[in-house]
């Protein structure tokens, strides 16, 4: 509303708190003036009149990384998806493009590098530029004894924004690996996107400058003409601040300045640190909050192991043939240390044994499909790994393709005359003869005696 009044050109925003155990405000209920009454006044005497604020950066930093290319990266620790990094125009010179395709819900995207860090920093930084969605940038790093943190940076817009984190008093952090102290030195480890409920499954970002914090990284100061406001979000320190060595307390200081060319100026869309107090640029209007920590949100704890005795896998498919089209199938079951089956870390497959194809890796229900081909016969040894993790080791054969049975060919022959019985199976008619002949001579024999017979009853 203030901002939107044409005779106000710049808002500054307080969150006043009392020492002693005042209660909060500027006056009492007589109107009488309250300690904090007296600090905000002080702080408009001071900067009245002397122009608009720039935020300089009363630190020590160095570029660990300038990013300009991307040799040394990696990407092979993403789940649930595929990262591609290339080299894009950065906040300064080149900076890294991440861009991303997430296959499921819950997956991220990592952009792996080891990168020492000497000394012992209070803070980590970097300019981002997102792409406005709800995933959530995180950065890793690893102590002397190998344990990993994690910090949220948060959601960026697709404006560029530097981004600090302090190294031991961030709460939006978690770690895993170790016993959750941080043992220097340390170096930077990773960069993160964490795809969030409601993210967008595809996009890019770009990073640039990664920057390791010497010092208190809590240190807020701005320049208004030749007057630099300076103050600490908790404690004190002796710092540089534009060519002259000050004492930074939480109340604000103000002191004369001419070069504060050893001093970083900046004017990003937004700088956030998660500390004890957070300090913001937002359209080029300074916002002091002191505060306490914000935690952008919770970080996911590391995934349980993989439990070997109780994931297995088995071959679908016996005597498969090596002609590049049959195939066998790996049918691989993931299951953590809490008896949960696993779907959002893809197993790898390690082939031995000849020419091999893996046709392609599909998730089915809670399994994993592995297909495999090949043009050469002979036994196979496929080892599946998680990471470093071997889950199993399984042989199989691929035979030669069976040679096709011919069929039997007819021998033509020759056509020839319809042969002629011989005397050996020439039908023999002798005996029906003698079967005729004997039944005439035995018919004239009965009548014969029939008629002897005959005659004798006569003569009688």
């Known amino acids: 509303m ?3 009044s044409g005779s106000v050109e710049k808002t500054f925003l307080y969150h006043l708190y009392d020492e002693g155990g005042d209660s909060y405000g500027l006056m009492n209920s007589g109107f009488s003036h309250k300690s904090s009454y007296d600090k905000v006044k ?3 005497d001071s900067i009245a009149g002397k122009g608009t604020g720039t935020r300089i ?3 020590t930093k160095k570029v660990i990384d300038s990013l300009d290319a991307t040799d040394g990266w990696s990407t092979e620790a993403t789940s649930n998806g595929t990262t591609t990094l290339s080299t894009e125009t950065g906040h300064t010179g080149s900076g890294m493009k991440l861009a991303y395709s997430f296959s499921g819900d819950s997956a991220y995207a990592v952009a792996e590098k080891s990168i020492a860090i000497d ?8 300019w981002l530029k997102g792409d406005d969605t709800k995933n959530i940038w995180k950065f890793r790093f690893k102590d002397t004894n190998g344990e990993t943190f994690q910090t949220d940076i948060g959601n960026v817009s697709s404006e560029w924004q530097y981004v600090q984190f302090s190294i031991g008093t961030d709460t939006a952090i978690t770690s895993w690996g170790g016993d959750g102290r941080i043992d220097f030195p340390i170096s930077f ?4 996107l964490d795809r969030q409920s409601g993210g967008s499954a595809s996009g890019s970002g770009i990073i640039d400058e990664i920057t390791a914090v010497t010092g208190d990284a809590d240190l807020y100061a701005y320049t208004f003409g030749s007057t630099a406001a300076f103050w600490k979000g908790s404690g004190s320190s002796t710092n540089a601040l534009c060519s002259a060595s000050v004492e930074f307390r939480t109340d604000p200081q103000y002191i004369q300045v001419g070069d504060c060319s050893d001093t970083p100026t900046t004017a990003p869309p937004q700088v956030a640190q998660a500390q004890e107090s957070v300090a913001i640029v937002q359209d080029d209007t300074p916002v002091s909050i002191p505060q306490k920590t914000v935690k ?8 349980p192991a993989i439990d070997v005795t109780k994931s297995g896998v088995r071959v679908d498919g016996k005597d498969t043939i090596a002609d590049d089209s049959a195939e066998y199938i790996l049918v691989i079951t993931l299951t953590d240390v809490n008896g949960k089956q696993v779907t959002d870390r893809q197993p790898d497959i390690f082939l031995s044994g000849g020419q091999t194809t893996v046709k392609k890796i599909v998730l089915v229900g809670s399994e994993w499909w592995i297909y495999i081909t090949s043009n050469e016969t002979g036994e196979r040894t496929a080892v599946i790994k998680v990471g470093d993790m071997q889950i199993a080791s399984v042989k199989f ?4 393709k069976p040679k096709p049975v011919e069929p039997v060919k007819e021998v033509p022959t020759s ?3 319809t042969p002629q019985p011989t005397n050996d199976n020439k039908p023999s008619y002798s005996f029906p003869i003698l079967i005729g002949f004997g039944a005439v001579v035995i018919g004239s024999l009965i009548g014969f005696l029939l008629h002897r017979i005959k005659n004798r009853h006569k003569s009688r």
Not at 119 to 126: E, F, I, N, S
Not at 189 to 192: C, E, K
Not at 296 to 303: I, Q, R, T, V
């Open 415 to 417: 056509p020839t005359a």
């Open 189 to 192: 480890n990773a960069i993160v």
């Open 296 to 303: 952008k949100a919770d970080p996911p704890s590391p995934p």
């Open 2 to 4: 203030l901002r939107s």
């Open 42 to 44: 002080s702080v408009v």
């Open 119 to 126: 000394g012992t920093p209070t803070a980590l930084a970097a």
């Open 397 to 400: 054969t691929f035979i030669a």
């Open 57 to 59: 950066f009363p630190l």
